[in-house]
């Protein structure tokens, strides 16, 4: 092996992705990919000494945008896509520094971005994206206030497409440019304008034309849903990620289930809304809508939980909110304990993107760890502490 791309984590507690119980160890590195977990010293270019803190597999968030510069929709979508980016860097950056080394961009991203990252250009985590969302006219991602008439922006987190053939097209393209999976608007939303909340939004044809595109390429599909008749409607057209999901009743939960459907709760955005909304310039619309979801949205993890659906980890924040994407953490640890949490980060979201590379610390798994410095089960307030006090590791390289 060469020195050069060989790296050891000793003296570790090490949390795989799954067990209840740490394990005492190293983890061995060669060439970004983890080649052993024991107890066995052995040569390596790069030591890391965790003096007795903990490993854990790299945290996925599966609900980023990079794109999502701000909480006005139509501010955003006007922007220069050239600006977005250089923003949208900055912002992955930082959710790598905080141990985030994969995002899944579930409104957003393009062909650009990714290139960008691939040739290491900017740091940033693994960037799996979905290109614009794809709303229905006057739905969640219709950035047009009602009582104006205007160009709907440039399609830069959403696109508003109607009717089968179009959708068939848009899915298409969407593969073309290398999305990883689609995003629907599927129900109504907190910072959109037109939309009532509860409301389904694209017919059957519609979403079925959707999935059948995103099935036959192998592919998935990813509906914003809040409501049980916007979420059962989603998931028997063949949705398979439910994001968000706060207002979640357990027929509709049990109907998740029957259909292997994930729920990917986003907790930090409605409580930073709550907290921060007036400030960052939510308008009084999108105040009212995220008061009625926000208290709803911890029920919601435990009815998925009692229906045997799999529950993944997203924050969904916006504008200056990105800082609060590890308060994302304390506040699911809060509903369902340290353990579900950081399973639902790490080895349940790597099932929910179809990478089972990632998420764990595993032999033949991708080298992306966070090293924090004691254990998360004891005190779970590390997972959320301030960054500077963890070591990142992605594809074996020290961040």
Known sequence: MSAAHTLSVVNAAIFDGMSAELTEGAVHIHDGVIVAVDGSARPAGQVIDARGGTVIPGLIDAHFHAYGTELDLLALESSPLSYLSLVGARRLAAALRRGFTTVRDVA????????????????????????????????????????????AGGAHLAEIVDGVDALRRAVRDRFRQGAHAIKIMASGGVVSLTDPIRVPQYSAAEIRAVTDEATRRGSYVAAHAYSPEAIAHAVTNGVRTIEHGNLLDAPAAHLMAEHGAFLVPTLAAYDAMDRRGE?????????????????AGRRAIELARAAGVPIGFGTDLMGPLEDEQLT????????????????SATSVNAELIGRPDLGRVAVGARADLVI?????FEDPSILWADPQHRTVVKDGQII
């Open 328 to 343: 994302g953490l304390r506040l699911q640890v809060e509903v369902e304990g340290a353990l579900e949490t950081l399973r």
């Open 279 to 295: 400030q960052v310039g939510l308008t009084s619309i999108g105040q009212a809508k995220n008061r009625e979801v926000l208290a």
């Open 372 to 376: 924090l410095p004691g254990d998360p």
């Open 108 to 151: 957003g991203g393009d062909p650009g971005l990714a290139r960008a990252i691939g040739e290491g250009l900017i740091a940033a985590p693994r960037y799996l994206y979905t290109g614009p969302a794809l709303s229905q006219t006057g739905g969640h991602g219709d950035p047009r206030p009602g009582d104006l008439d205007l160009c």
